[in-house]
C-alpha cells in the first residue's frame, strides 16, 4: 500500500511511503519508493496513509443525545441539561444510537476508543465490535459525588462494581476512574487512586478556574449537591489536587485541559512518570466557545491525544474534524505531530500502543486515508476527511 505521504513509525511524513502488510493485517515494513504509483501487487492511494486513529476520550453511551443540547450555554447549563434530558430516550433507542455510532467510527478510521460510561448502555456496541473484530474499547466506569467519609467506601463500590461486573461478563476491558477534581469529595477521589489507567476531566471550562476561590457556578453547584463546603479545597487548585491524592507512578489521562495554565502543566509533568493530556477542540468551542493550550502542550514536548468527548457536547464522533479544528486553529503545529497526537499517543494514552497506533513490524494497526490535504503548504483543506481503507 502506497502513498504521496505517509505517517512513519517515529512521527515523521515521509514521501512516497509504502507500507507491507502479511494477510492477517500485521505490519511487515516501511519503505520509501520513488515509484509508488507503478509497483506491482501494491495499492496507490492519493493522500497521507496513517494507522487506525485512537479516539482517546468518548462519551458513546450519549450518543442519543445528537442535536439535543445548545451550544455555548457554558458548562452548568450543559450539565444540568444532560442530566434532565437523559430519561427522555429509551434504554433501547439508546442502545441503537451508540451501535450506529460506533460504526460510523470504524469506517473513519478509529482503531480503538477510551471510552466513558455511568451505565452499560453502550455495552453492547463494544460486545458487536469485539466479536465482530472492529474497534477496541477501554472503558472507563467513572463515578462522582460527595458523599461524606464514613460513606464513602459504600458509595465507591455501589457506583462501579455493577459496571466493572457487567463489563467482565461481556469480556470488555474496563477500570475505574474519578469523574473530575471538582465533582468528588476528598476521601472518594482517593480511592480509585490505585486503579491501572484513569481518564479525569481536567480543568475545562472557565468555572472550573474559580472553584478553589470558592465562586462560580461549579462551586454553588458543588455546594449545593454536597449541602455543604467541599472538603477539599485546602489544596488551593486542581493540578495540586492531583498531585497530593495520586501516585506518581499513576497512568494518568487528564481530559480536556483548556483551562490549564502553564504552573498547571509544569507541576503534572515534574511529577507523574505517565500523564497524558487529551485534547476535544470541537466539545470545547460547543459548551464554551473555548479552545484547548494545544501550542503550549506541543512546545513543551508533552504527550498529547485526540478525543471527540460525546453527542451531547459535539455535532460528530469525528477525529478527522478535530484534525482539522485543531490544525487550523494551531497553524504553528506541524500537521504530522498532530496526526501523531490522533494515532499512537491515542494508543499509547491507553496502554495499547504495543499493538495499534503505527506502522511498526508486528503491529496491526489498520490502515487509513487522509484525503485534501495541500501538498504544497502541508495543510488540511476543508474537504479533508480520513477513510478505513482496512
Same mark, same amino acid.
Request: hydrophobic share 40%; with cysteine; aromatic share 10%.
Given at each position: 500500500?502506497?502513498?504521496?505521504?505517509?505517517?512513519?513509525?517515529?512521527?515523521?511524513?515521509?514521501?512516497?511511503?509504502?507500507?507491507?502488510?502479511?494477510?492477517?493485517?500485521?505490519?511487515?515494513?516501511?519503505?520509501?519508493?520513488?515509484?509508488?504509483?507503478?509497483?506491482? *501487487? %501494491?495499492? @496507490? +492511494?492519493?493522500?497521507?496513509?496513517?494507522? &487506525? $486513529?485512537?479516539?482517546?476520550?468518548?462519551?458513546? !453511551?450519549?450518543?442519543?443525545?445528537?442535536?439535543?443540547?445548545?451550544?455555548?450555554?457554558?458548562?452548568?447549563?450543559?450539565?444540568?441539561?444532560?442530566?434532565?434530558?437523559?430519561?427522555?430516550?429509551?434504554?433501547?433507542?439508546?442502545?441503537?444510537?451508540?451501535?450506529?455510532?460506533?460504526?460510523?467510527?470504524?469506517?473513519?478510521?478509529?482503531?480503538?476508543?477510551?471510552?466513558?460510561?455511568?451505565?452499560?448502555?453502550?455495552?453492547?456496541?463494544?460486545?458487536?465490535?469485539?466479536?465482530?473484530? *472492529? %474497534?477496541? @474499547? +477501554?472503558?472507563?466506569?467513572?463515578?462522582? &459525588? $460527595?458523599?461524606?467519609?464514613?460513606?464513602?467506601? !459504600?458509595?465507591?463500590?455501589?457506583?462501579?462494581?455493577?459496571?466493572?461486573?457487567?463489563?467482565?461478563?461481556?469480556?470488555?476491558?474496563?477500570?475505574?476512574?474519578?469523574?473530575?477534581?471538582?465533582?468528588?469529595?476528598?476521601?472518594?477521589?482517593?480511592?480509585?487512586?490505585?486503579?491501572?489507567?484513569?481518564?479525569?476531566?481536567?480543568?475545562?471550562?472557565?468555572?472550573?478556574?474559580?472553584?478553589?476561590?470558592?465562586?462560580?457556578?461549579?462551586?454553588?453547584?458543588?455546594?449545593?449537591?454536597?449541602?455543604?463546603?467541599?472538603?477539599?479545597?485546602?489544596?488551593?487548585?486542581?493540578?495540586?489536587?492531583?498531585?497530593?491524592?495520586?501516585?506518581?507512578?499513576?497512568?494518568?489521562?487528564?481530559?480536556?485541559?483548556?483551562?490549564?495554565?502553564?504552573?498547571?502543566?509544569?507541576?503534572?509533568?515534574?511529577?507523574?512518570?505517565?500523564?497524558?493530556?487529551?485534547?476535544?477542540?470541537?466539545?470545547?468551542?460547543?459548551?464554551?466557545?473555548?479552545?484547548?493550550?494545544?501550542?503550549?502542550?506541543?512546545?513543551?514536548?508533552?504527550?498529547?491525544?485526540?478525543?471527540?468527548?460525546?453527542?451531547?457536547?459535539?455535532?460528530?464522533?469525528?477525529?478527522?474534524?478535530?484534525?482539522?479544528?485543531?490544525?487550523?486553529?494551531?497553524?504553528?503545529?506541524?500537521?504530522?505531530?498532530?496526526?501523531?497526537?490522533?494515532?499512537?499517543?491515542?494508543?499509547?494514552?491507553?496502554?495499547?500502543?504495543?499493538?495499534?497506533?503505527?506502522?511498526?513490524?508486528?503491529?496491526?494497526?489498520?490502515?487509513?486515508?487522509?484525503?485534501?490535504?495541500?501538498?504544497?503548504?502541508?495543510?488540511?483543506?476543508?474537504?479533508?476527511?480520513?477513510?478505513?481503507?482496512?
Amino acid at each position: 500500500m502506497a502513498a504521496p505521504y505517509l505517517l512513519s513509525p517515529d512521527g515523521k511524513l515521509i514521501r512516497n511511503g509504502v507500507v507491507h502488510f502479511d494477510a492477517d493485517g500485521a505490519v511487515l515494513g516501511v519503505e520509501q519508493c520513488d515509484r509508488i504509483d507503478s509497483l506491482p *501487487r %501494491t495499492e @496507490y +492511494h492519493n493522500g497521507i496513509l496513517i494507522p &487506525g $486513529m485512537t479516539n482517546a476520550h468518548c462519551h458513546l !453511551e450519549l450518543s442519543f443525545f445528537r442535536g439535543a443540547i445548545p451550544q455555548h450555554a457554558g458548562m452548568v447549563e450543559f450539565i444540568r441539561h444532560v442530566v434532565s434530558k437523559r430519561n427522555d430516550y429509551s434504554r433501547e433507542e439508546q442502545v441503537e444510537r451508540a451501535i450506529e455510532e460506533d460504526l460510523s467510527m470504524w469506517h473513519e478510521g478509529i482503531q480503538a476508543v477510551g471510552d466513558i460510561s455511568n451505565d452499560t448502555t453502550s455495552f453492547p456496541a463494544k460486545v458487536k465490535a469485539m466479536r465482530e473484530g *472492529r %474497534t477496541r @474499547y +477501554h472503558t472507563f466506569a467513572e463515578f462522582f &459525588g $460527595m458523599p461524606a467519609d464514613a460513606d464513602a467506601e !459504600e458509595f465507591y463500590h455501589r457506583s462501579v462494581d455493577p459496571l466493572l461486573a457487567a463489563a467482565k461478563a461481556d469480556g470488555l476491558e474496563i477500570t475505574p476512574t474519578q469523574h473530575s477534581t471538582y465533582f468528588m469529595s476528598d476521601k472518594l477521589f482517593r480511592l480509585a487512586a490505585d486503579s491501572p489507567l484513569m481518564s479525569i476531566h481536567f480543568m475545562e471550562t472557565p468555572a472550573e478556574v474559580e472553584f478553589f476561590d470558592r465562586r462560580g457556578g461549579i462551586y454553588d453547584m458543588v455546594k449545593e449537591s454536597a449541602g455543604r463546603e467541599p472538603d477539599f479545597l485546602a489544596y488551593g487548585g486542581h493540578a495540586e489536587r492531583l498531585v497530593a491524592s495520586l501516585p506518581k507512578e499513576a497512568h494518568l489521562i487528564l481530559i480536556h485541559d483548556t483551562q490549564m495554565r502553564r504552573q498547571d502543566m509544569e507541576l503534572i509533568l515534574n511529577y507523574f512518570e505517565d500523564v497524558t493530556f487529551v485534547l476535544c477542540p470541537r466539545s470545547n468551542y460547543y459548551i464554551d466557545a473555548d479552545f484547548p493550550p494545544a501550542q503550549m502542550l506541543y512546545e513543551a514536548g508533552a504527550r498529547v491525544a485526540l478525543g471527540t468527548d460525546s453527542l451531547s457536547s459535539n455535532t460528530s464522533l469525528s477525529l478527522a474534524e478535530e484534525i482539522k479544528w485543531l490544525s487550523a486553529h494551531n497553524p504553528d503545529i506541524p500537521l504530522e505531530a498532530v496526526l501523531q497526537w490522533a494515532t499512537l499517543n491515542g494508543a499509547r494514552a491507553l496502554r495499547l500502543g504495543d499493538a495499534i497506533g503505527s506502522f511498526e513490524r508486528g503491529k496491526r494497526p489498520g490502515a487509513v486515508l487522509l484525503t485534501g490535504v495541500d501538498f504544497l503548504s502541508m495543510r488540511l483543506t476543508d474537504e479533508a476527511r480520513t477513510v478505513r481503507l482496512f
